[in-house]
């Protein structure tokens, strides 16, 4: 079976049975679905954990030389092989040539984040001269806003989620303190119809109708942390700028895990973390991205000679020429560490596409999904199967690769159990699991023994 073809997962898990004549939640299915994976060799260019190392394992429910279930890639991507080498060159580097170091070698540390920067571009579907590798993600969210927020007596709300990441929520309070605005008057935050989970677009475009004369700017996440809801970012970008106002995106759960046009959809701002899916490591360097039909208009409010032209830069003249753009907003040299372990990772991207990417993390989540429905019920009154309840929206057009579930059982035991036997995954307050194939290192095979333990677990639970 051409696993090209665009089937839903549904129809692609029940066609491969039955040619294989068994059921769909045989292994064998997912045998056959990692044969064909076309993708299935990047999983050998990272550090799968082993149970045994993992702090929470029991040594009686695993087999101590299996490869862990990493369903975490939300939180923190694997490390790619190719890290400590690209570390080890430039502590080398520096060991042997000192400050030289600055304009000579593979990455030249003056131009480190330069050399990686096309790769990102290719991820997030701009410019490279709309990127730019720098600080953290809520650093570069504060320093979009500085320039993105910029409230009149008539435009002085800000839009989000009410359920934002705490992090963009305190940056969009600490902005409109900063601007003396008062909360309860200018954040406006949207939240879901009464007994639903997840938002739907046709209510945020509505908001954006209604109040968009009084908007500043919209802030959204493209795929929501928590529900794992992927945002009609182009539909969003377009209603809001429609009504005058600036569109910015916060990608932390939406970049390397979903193709994103931010050129193409004319997206404003947007910002981004690369420690989740784009496997930095931890607190590793952040993205971000201004479209260019702002590049000799919106400036940076908080300048660094990083932002000085580079040709001119080492004059140290103290006369500004500002870079355009996304550029001009860098403040300091960029820290090479930190490029290593991005590049790394960026560099298996470029071996292949986001397109591609996509198509099997759609079927891997679809997978799961179909598993999940499979052994447990949505309805909390069937006495014949446990009560497990996705909360992310099942069009595979409205998430990416994660699911967040909820359980009738107490999560934290539930969570306890699946570490025990070797499952990474992460539990997010107030009730829910959230598990994360990753398209890039995590198999079909990974989600069906997810699927087998997942049993065991929920049993020991109750
Ligand atoms: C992960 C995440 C953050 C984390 O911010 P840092 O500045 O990288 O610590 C912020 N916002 C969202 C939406 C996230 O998912």
Redesign the pocket.
Known sequence: MDLSSHGSPVTIIETIASQLACSPEDKKVASYLDEQDELKHFRECFHIPKVKDLPQTDPVLVNDNEDCIYFAGNSLGLQSKKTKIYLEEELDKWAKIGVHGHFIGKRPWALADECIVELMADIVGARKEEIALMN????N?HLLMLSFFKPTSDRYKILLEAK?????HYAVESQLQLHGLDKEKSMLMIEPRKGEETLRTEDILAVIEKEGDSIATILF?GVQ?YTGQLFDIPRITKAGQEKGCFVGF?L??AVGNIELHLHEWGVDFACW?S??YLNSGA?GL?GAYIHEKHSQTVKPALIGWWGHEFKTRFLMENKLQLSPGIDGFRLSNPPILLVCALHASLEIFGKTTMKLLRRKSILLTGYLEYLIKHYYSEDRNDPEKPFVKIITPSHTEERGCQLTVAFSIPIKSVFKELEKRGVACDLREPNALRFAPVPLYNSFHDVHRFIEILGSAITSAK
């Open positions: 953290g993600l809520t650093v969210l934002a990441f705490p992090s963009d996440s942390y916060d932390a759960h973390c420690y989740k607190g952040a």
